[in-house]
């Protein structure tokens, strides 16, 4: 997605990196960026709003559930192998998601 104006950030790169920033993940220096980026950008703007919309509500829906400590650690896992630019398949860890809760039920 591109609004068609040169920026001295791309909005492909805000948006590979929008989790990050509302997460408050991002070092000080590429928040500042991505602030100057979605002030003078309409589309990476709108989507940037419903993505903090979609967290919001999801934090609010789902915000007070336990999360069982194996699925936690795998997930983690999973993060610091992306991260390492490992490839991971989604297939598995929905696999286990679901068997993780399916056994917080019994």
């Known amino acids: 997605?591109?609004?068609?104006?040169?920026?001295?950030?791309?909005?492909?790169?805000?948006?590979?990196?929008?989790?990050?920033?509302?997460?408050?993940?991002?070092p000080e220096g590429d928040c500042a960026k991505f602030e100057v980026?979605?002030?003078?950008?309409?589309?990476?703007?709108?989507?940037?709003?419903?993505?903090?919309?979609?967290?919001?509500l999801v934090k609010r829906c789902c915000g007070h559930d336990d999360v069982p400590a194996d699925l936690r650690s795998k997930v983690m896992g999973r993060i610091d192998l992306i991260r390492a630019g490992h490839a991971v398949p989604d297939q598995d860890l929905v696999a286990e998601a679901r068997a993780a809760e399916a056994a917080q039920q019994d």
Do not use: F, N, R
């Open 37 to 56: 980026h979605i002030d003078e950008c309409s589309p990476c703007l709108e989507k940037y709003g419903l993505e903090q919309a979609v967290k919001k």
């Open 1 to 26: 997605m591109s609004c068609g104006d040169p920026h001295e950030t791309d909005c492909s790169e805000v948006l590979d990196h929008l989790y990050e920033y509302l997460d408050h993940e991002m």
